[in-house]
């Protein structure tokens, strides 16, 4: 079974810095394109940063970039998402998402095959 499980959210003040953990199973990450979304309330969920299985393609959203980093740690087959400089518009539930394929394309939910459960992330002071 294809599964993927977030840890690490939380209430951070502005400025602050989280780490995102998305522990995969049923897979390895060389497998599938792997990346973080994240949704708020009222709002479409989004691809906030996307990396293909060989881990040469990344992609972040416009609002994140020198902010986020997206990495792997393969011996445990684990992503991460290092958010740092937050911002209250950064608060939302991220997803950590198994694309179907080892390329994503475009960072979209639509191209996605396994979610996490997610994880609340909060920013304020």
């Known amino acids: 079974q294809l599964q993927v499980v977030e840890s690490g959210g939380g209430l951070v003040h502005p400025g602050g810095s989280l780490r995102l953990s998305c522990a995969a199973s049923g897979f390895t990450l060389d497998d599938y394109a792997i990346g973080w979304f994240r949704q708020a309330p009222g709002k479409e969920r989004e691809g906030v940063s996307c990396v293909s299985d060989t881990g040469n393609v990344i992609f972040y959203t416009d609002s994140v970039k020198g902010r986020f980093t997206i990495s792997r740690d393969m011996a445990k087959n684990t992503l991460y998402l290092q958010m740092t400089n937050l911002k209250p518009a950064d608060s939302a539930k991220y997803y950590c998402?198994?694309?179907?394929?080892?390329?994503?394309?475009?960072?979209?939910?639509?191209?996605?095959?396994?979610w996490g459960q997610g994880t609340l992330v909060t920013v304020s002071s």
């Open positions: 998402a198994r694309f179907r394929t080892q390329q994503f394309g475009l960072c979209a939910p639509s191209r996605v095959g396994t």
